[in-house]
């Protein structure tokens, strides 16, 4: 039961910190868009990374790691200018959140939630790697609770962020509020970008 507890907590403080995919999981509560599908994709990718991680680990040599990282921070920088861009594009044709929120698509939310988990490096670097070289000295039946625990957190978070953001969506229901809501995405996943490729330079 203590190998439970332990995956929990240690899952839970690794996603706490704010990331690109969280602040994605937030936007897309307080639009209240596919909020379900959204947090779904992010819960079990996370377990199925947890895992692989805890039974795969021994295969990853350093410098192999090192080169994951590298080509998936290059994607991730990619995919962040992109998206960038079309919130740049999308600025000033807001106009409220209900009109804005019909445009978007099932398909478009599903790609798009994938991109800022599997394209991101320190999902990875988190699941696969961290907890995977954290518990590779633990018995099998201890790496299962152990991995266990640490898919409960991300479900809990996930799910939790997502659907406590629908709640404060009554808050943003007016074309400033956007605005601003909109130009703090810009300048977080702007600075997020800086420093990935930062991050990615330490690698060369």
């Known amino acids: 039961m203590e190998y ?9 403080s690794l996603i706490l910190a704010i990331g690109a995919q969280n602040i994605f999981v937030i936007e897309q509560g307080l639009k209240k868009q596919f909020i379900f599908l959204v947090c779904i994709i992010c819960s079990v990718s996370d ?9 795969l680990f021994h295969i990853f ?3 192999f790691n090192l080169f994951i990282e590298f080509v998936l921070n290059i994607f991730l920088i990619i995919f962040l200018i992109y998206f960038i861009i079309s919130k740049i594009k999308s600025f000033e044709t807001i106009t409220n959140f209900n009109i804005e929120s019909k445009k978007i698509t099932k398909s478009k939310v599903f790609f798009k939630t994938l991109g800022f988990t599997y394209l991101n490096a320190h999902v990875y ?13 633990f018995l099998l039946n201890e790496k299962v ?8 957190a991300s479900f809990l978070f996930f799910f939790g962020l997502g659907y406590l953001s629908t709640y404060f969506s009554r808050y943003a229901q007016n ?3 956007w605005k601003y809501i909109n130009l703090f995405i810009i300048v ?3 600075m997020m970008t800086l420093y990935i490729i930062k991050e990615t330079a330490y690698l060369l």
Do not use: C, P, W
């Open 47 to 55: 377990l199925l990374l947890i895992f692989l991680g805890i039974f």
């Open 4 to 12: 439970l507890v332990l995956g929990f907590f240690s899952g839970l």
């Open 125 to 137: 670097s988190d699941t696969v790697f961290f907890l995977g070289n954290f518990s590779k000295n």
């Open 175 to 177: 074309r400033e509020t």
């Open 188 to 190: 977080f996943m702007s």
């Open 145 to 152: 609770y152990f991995g266990v625990g640490a898919s409960v």
């Open 61 to 63: 040599h350093q410098y």
